[in-house]
Nanobody
Framework: VQLQASGGGLVQAGGSLRLSCTAS????????MSWVRQAPGKEREFVAN????????YYAVSVKGRFAISRDNSKNTVYLQMNSLKPEDTAVYYC????????????????WGQGTLVTVSS
């Protein structure tokens, strides 16, 4: 099982980034997918998740309206489009996969990726 996240980097406040996470080693379409972030010195924080299809999505209050999660089951990939980035969005962003139905915000997962660093400068 592998979750390979990419797309992080350094961006100025107000800018945009698109994170990608490509899965292998399991049946991607049968898993709910999440993005979770961890800022320096802080605990992991839920960002967004998406059900097995794109019909169900949830967002943290802090990112709602600025971030958008999506998935392409034909490419085994989940995305996180991040717009209007703020310095407080600086964190390592992890993608995660869960067999549990997506019914709300959650950091529970069966598989975790290695993370990609997003740094937003002011």
């Amino acid at each position: 099982v592998q979750l390979q996240a990419s797309g992080g980097g350094l961006v100025q406040a107000g800018g945009s980034l698109r994170l990608s996470c490509t899965a292998s080693g399991f049946t991607f379409s049968k898993f709910g997918m999440s993005w979770v972030r961890q800022a320096p010195g802080k605990e992991r924080e839920f960002v967004a998740n998406i059900g097995r299809t794109e019909m169900i999505t949830y967002y943290a209050v802090s990112v709602k309206g600025r971030f958008a999660i999506s998935r392409d089951n034909s490419k085994n990939t989940v995305y996180l489009q991040m717009n209007s980035l703020k310095p407080e969005d600086t964190a390592v962003y992890y993608c995660a996969a869960s067999t549990r139905p997506v019914v709300g915000p959650s950091t529970n997962a069966d598989y975790w990726g290695q993370g990609t660093l997003v740094t937003v400068s002011s």
